[in-house]
């Protein structure tokens, strides 16, 4: 399983209609920006506005790079532990 297959499989529980950056975008950014050294979610936000012509080839991208805040919230809303299982019992 790979990481665009593994976004794929968590389940989503925002609101759709406030839905503005796919989960696959964000974790996919999120995981490259910790690998480069990101450590916070300000890191993560500037690692996608410098690489956003790189991450365009692979994300789609609808409304541009996620801000800070839409990585913190994303993340805070996420089951750690069905996260983990799911990732685990792939690979």
């Known amino acids: 399983m790979n ?3 593994f976004t794929n ?4 529980h925002r609101q759709e209609i ?3 950056h796919l989960s696959t975008d964000i974790i996919f950014i999120t995981v490259a920006a ?5 450590q916070d979610w300000e890191d993560i936000e500037y690692f996608g506005y410098c690489k956003e012509s790189f ?5 789609l991208l609808p409304n541009g790079i996620p801000s800070h805040d839409t990585f913190n919230r994303f993340f805070s809303n996420l ?4 996260s983990t299982k ?3 019992l792939k690979n």
């Open 3 to 5: 990481i665009l297959e």
């Open 9 to 12: 499989s968590l389940p989503d």
């Open 18 to 20: 406030k839905i503005r």
């Open 34 to 38: 910790v690998i480069c050294g990101a």
């Open 55 to 59: 991450l365009r080839k692979y994300l």
């Open 79 to 82: 089951d750690p532990l069905l």
């Open 86 to 88: 799911k990732w685990t």
